[in-house]
């Protein structure tokens, strides 16, 4: 497959001369890795198992999945200082790039694992969906007393049960009719 050879890996990217001097730059920088991403998908090289081609390989191309660290090194930056963009005020325009591309990689990787293209346990991590927002939540049991009859475990005490019920029957049928005469 010609795309095998002709992909690039991020170590290639790395160190090229990136601007990101205003959000615009970085903006297109974003853009620019998103699209690098999209052209060069992940080949995976794949035995064959069964059929006329059992024991030859080929090559299955896996969208690449955008990530955080990736847009980083693409774009020359450091994962701080994105967060540190994000910790702006709303009204400045880098604080608005760094939460729309935030946003582009969450809702890549959430609608990629939706459909089970990517691991959805593992998407569940990295995208830090596991942990409970909610904080410690406190759990009351109440513990409800109640007179029901024990549980028969056997053939043996039902026939046994059913036996005391009756002889219990007949014992009360007995009394009520010595007390009508």
């Known amino acids: 497959m010609d795309n095998v050879s002709n992909m690039k890996h991020h170590w290639q990217m790395v160190g090229k001369s990136v601007s990101n001097n205003t959000p615009m730059e970085l903006w297109a920088s974003a853009c620019d890795y998103f699209k690098w991403c999209d052209d060069n998908p992940i080949v995976v090289k794949k035995l064959i198992q069964s059929g006329k081609s059992a024991g030859q390989y080929r090559h299955e191309e896996h969208i690449r999945p955008y ?7 693409h774009c020359g930056v450091s994962e701080e200082y994105l ?12 604080y608005t790039v760094a939460n729309k591309v935030m946003y582009i990689i969450y809702t890549q990787a959430y609608e990629m694992a939706q459909l089970g293209i990517f691991n959805p346990i593992f998407t569940m991590k990295v ?3 596991d942990n409970d927002e909610t904080g410690d939540v406190a759990v009351t049991v109440n513990v409800v007393r109640s007179e029901m009859p024990k549980l028969l475990t056997s053939e043996l005490e039902v026939i046994n049960s059913i036996e005391a019920e009756i002889e219990k029957a007949n014992s009360e049928n007995e009394k009520s009719e010595e007390t009508k005469i």
């Open 67 to 73: 990530s955080v660290k990736g847009l980083c090194l």
């Open 83 to 94: 967060i540190s963009l994000r910790g702006m005020e709303q009204t400045n325009d880098y």
């Open 127 to 129: 995208l830090n969906m």
